[in-house]
């Protein structure tokens, strides 16, 4: 009999703690977000970095550069310039940089981050039903005629990935949220 009541007592805990999960297929966008992906109206704000570590990446990390709770592979950024906005067919980027130039350049202040403003040509967005996200992607030139490559993922929840492939410098990753822009 205890046995009995040892297996039931078991197996109640096992179905509770089997909640049903909600599938994230079943989520769906908030309505102006995705009006705003379609329109190409919108804005990323950056809360994290994951740039390409490398050795000399870790060098400065441990030299203490870089913010308290960060690592080489996540560098946490509040406030500042870490933006990405696209509006009207144009687009405005200010994103810090943590890496390494591959190819001279200007080693102006002003420039050390990446830096576009300029009229966006063409943007491709695409619905992914399968992940239930939005993927865009564009091209562009910055303020110093450094050619970048923009790639990102939106989620349903409104937290975006973007990938910056650059032609001078390191690839590196972005995490944070994407949001409608105020008229």
Do not use: W
């Not at 990390?61 to 913010?67: F, Q």
């Not at 500042?80 to 940089?97: E, H, Q, R």
């Not at 005629?145 to 650059?166: C, H, I, K, M, P």
Request: aromatic fraction near 12%.
């Amino acid at each position: 009999m205890k046995k009995i009541f040892s297996f039931l007592f078991l197996a109640t805990l096992v179905l509770v703690g089997c909640k049903a999960v909600k599938d994230s297929n079943s989520l769906t966008f908030n309505p102006e977000l995705k009006t705003s992906l379609e329109n190409a109206h919108f804005k990323f704000e950056a809360k994290e970095i994951q740039p390409l570590t490398t050795t000399a990446l870790s060098a400065v990390t441990n030299s203490g550069l870089i913010p308290p709770g960060s690592s080489p592979s996540r560098i946490v950024i509040n406030g500042g310039s870490n933006f990405l906005i696209v509006k009207n067919d144009t687009l405005t980027v200010d994103l810090p940089y943590y890496g390494e130039r591959q190819f001279g350049g200007a080693y102006n202040a002003e420039t050390a981050g990446i830096k576009v403003e300029k009229a966006l040509s063409t943007i491709n967005l695409e619905y992914v039903p399968k992940k239930n996200t939005f993927v865009f992607s564009f091209k562009a030139n910055g303020v110093d005629g450094e050619g970048f490559d923009f790639r990102g993922t939106v989620f349903t929840n409104g937290n975006a990935n973007l990938q910056v492939y650059s032609s001078y410098r390191n690839t590196i990753a972005y995490s944070g949220k994407i949001d409608t822009l105020d008229e």
